[in-house]
């Protein structure tokens, strides 16, 4: 299992950007496909960005396309979140996780979650 731990979350005005960072540990970690996930008030882990392991390729979901870009760095263990023009609507816990791929939907692999960090954006 992969141990992660978020960091660049705060409080930014609406248009502004962020960059998030998972350290990930485990010597494994460049086998695992790794997404971002993020949990506003009351709702789930919602998939943001995937990046697979094998080829680099990314999925990003609909309200991010354009925004965001995921990406890894292998010999660091850690995977990046870009996050641009952002919205009011993306004031969410963003956590990152491995991810597997069911029904069409991208899912955590683990159960377990960081501590994530907190994204605020003020309109």
């Known amino acids: 299992q992969v141990q992660v731990v978020e960091s660049g979350g705060g409080l930014v005005q609406a248009g502004g950007s962020l960059r998030l960072s998972c350290a990930a540990s485990?010597?494994?970690?460049?086998?695992?496909?790794m997404g971002w996930f993020r949990q506003g008030p009351g709702k789930e882990h919602d998939p943001v960005a995937v990046?697979?392991?094998?080829?680099?390729?990314?999925w990003y979901a609909d309200s991010v396309k354009g925004r965001f870009t995921i990406s890894r760095d292998n010999a660091k263990n850690t995977v990046y979140l870009q996050m641009n023009s952002l919205k009011a609507e993306d004031t969410a816990v963003y956590y990152c996780?491995?991810?597997?791929?069911?029904?069409?939907?991208?899912?955590?692999?683990?159960?377990?979650w960081g501590q994530g960090t907190q994204v605020t954006v003020s309109s």
């Open positions: 996780n491995a991810a597997i791929r069911r029904s069409s939907r991208w899912l955590s692999q683990y159960d377990d």
């Open positions: 485990g010597r494994t970690f460049t086998t695992y496909t």
């Open positions: 990046i697979l392991w094998s080829t680099g390729g990314t």
